[in-house]
């Protein structure tokens, strides 16, 4: 690979990470900037913090097969740029939001614009060989899992100093990112290569309409969306439970993010391939289910601060699960469909990432204002332990 096409590919593992960075960063700042914003209660604020998360879900789920086709019609290099100038706006936008609405625009912003994976993806198969293909896409992969580590971790940091600090950081970070990639980003597309866009592709739900003819497939998609269900529990109430529960901070609060985040990369970079040699994927996903719904379940009942150690561990040995499934829905395509295997698993995270978020922040609402009897904000947790015992016994019928 030559020395301009290592620095295109660098400027593409970059762009990601700050994708997944993006995410991190605001999963422990959001909360709190929402209950400024609003002058709520942790409680209160809760319903709030779950639209938001779930606003951002839904406009990536429906963008992003969208920006695939558009940079098959123009070519990747304009749509990934456009990505970074759009999240370098909603940092901007967050860093100044005024009030609530704000807070809206700029999530919507960033939904979009991130939902840049297929053109990214589609660039590093354009430049590299199908030998490096692999090594490349697995970059993709720790290049998340990186990011997703250090986002919370330097959220909650800077968080703690001023809440909007994050967000001017990562604005400045993502605007640095663009000027790198105006110069070293080549078209990789060239026009003979070029395809007009049509609503079939561009269609989010279109890889579903598959899924109800194999009922196998049925309970793997279903087994897959209960472990999005446990992300979107602690991703919408995790910090405004340890806020509610200890009076923990959001520096804290991210170093619990970005603890499961690194504990989930060990899970699967080390542990998960000793496991599946060993006892295979169905077995490992069973494990893992059962792991995490322990996990989950300590954390609905953590009457502590160490408490969180062990629910900590639990939900990161839950990670076993996630490419045991995957591996699973692979095996039942043939060769020439892997796309559409892979597919309806994107399809299914999508959709739970939109409905989670705001079904758990709205389990913490009603189980911390006595809208029913009785007080109990592990709530949220609870309902993805159950969610994760549910997708073990699915696998079990596999």
Do not use: K
């Not at 002058?39 to 938001?52: D, I, S, T, Y």
């Not at 005024?98 to 991130?114: D, M, V």
């Amino acid at each position: 690979m030559s020395q301009q096409r290592r620095a295109s590919v660098a400027f593409v593992l970059v762009t990601l990470g700050l994708d997944a960075i993006g995410v991190g960063i605001i999963a422990p700042i959001v909360p709190g900037l929402v209950r400024q914003l609003t002058h709520l209660p942790p409680e209160r604020a809760a319903p709030w913090v779950g639209a938001l998360i779930a606003a951002y879900a839904g406009v990536q789920f429906l963008a992003a097969p969208i920006l695939g086709e558009l940079s098959d019609r123009f070519g990747r290099r304009p749509i990934i740029l456009t990505s970074v100038f759009g999240l370098g706006c909603d940092y901007v936008f967050l860093t100044f939001a005024p009030n609530l609405w704000w807070l809206f625009a700029g999530r919507l912003i960033a939904g979009a614009t991130s939902a840049n994976v297929p053109a990214a993806t589609a660039y590093i198969a354009d430049v590299s060989r199908p030998e490096d293909r692999s090594r490349l896409f697995g970059l993709i992969g720790a290049t998340f899992g990186a990011g997703f580590v250090i986002g919370p971790a330097l959220g909650g940091f800077l968080g703690g100093f001023d809440l909007r600090l994050p967000f001017t950081v990562a604005a400045g970070l993502s605007f640095i990112n663009l000027c790198f990639g105006f110069f070293v980003l080549p078209e990789s597309l060239a026009e003979e290569r070029r395809r007009p866009i049509t609503w079939a592709r561009a269609n989010p739900f279109g890889f579903l309409l598959g899924v109800v003819r194999d009922r196998a497939l049925v309970r793997l998609a279903v087994a897959w969306s209960c472990t999005w269900i446990g992300l979107g529990a602690v991703q919408s109430s995790l910090v405004l439970f340890t806020g509610y529960r200890f009076g923990w901070g959001s520096l804290l609060s991210g170093f619990v993010l970005a603890g499961v985040g690194l504990s989930q990369a060990v899970v699967e970079g080390f542990l998960l391939r000793h496991v599946t040699g060993r006892i295979g994927d169905r077995s490992t996903a069973i494990v893992g289910y059962l792991c995490g719904a322990l996990g989950y379940g300590v954390l609905a009942i953590a009457f502590a601060g160490w408490t969180m150690i062990p629910a900590v561990a639990l939900i990161a040995l839950g990670g076993l699960a996630t490419p045991s499934v995957r591996a699973m829905v692979s095996s039942r395509g043939a060769v020439n469909s892997q796309g559409e295997m892979q597919g309806v698993l994107s399809a299914v995270e999508g959709l739970t990432a939109i409905v989670a978020p705001m079904l758990t922040a709205d389990l913490f609402y009603a189980f911390t204002t006595h809208l029913v009897p009785v007080v109990f904000p592990g709530a949220p947790f609870l309902f993805a332990a159950g969610s994760a015992l549910l997708a073990g016994v699915l696998m079990r019928q596999l």
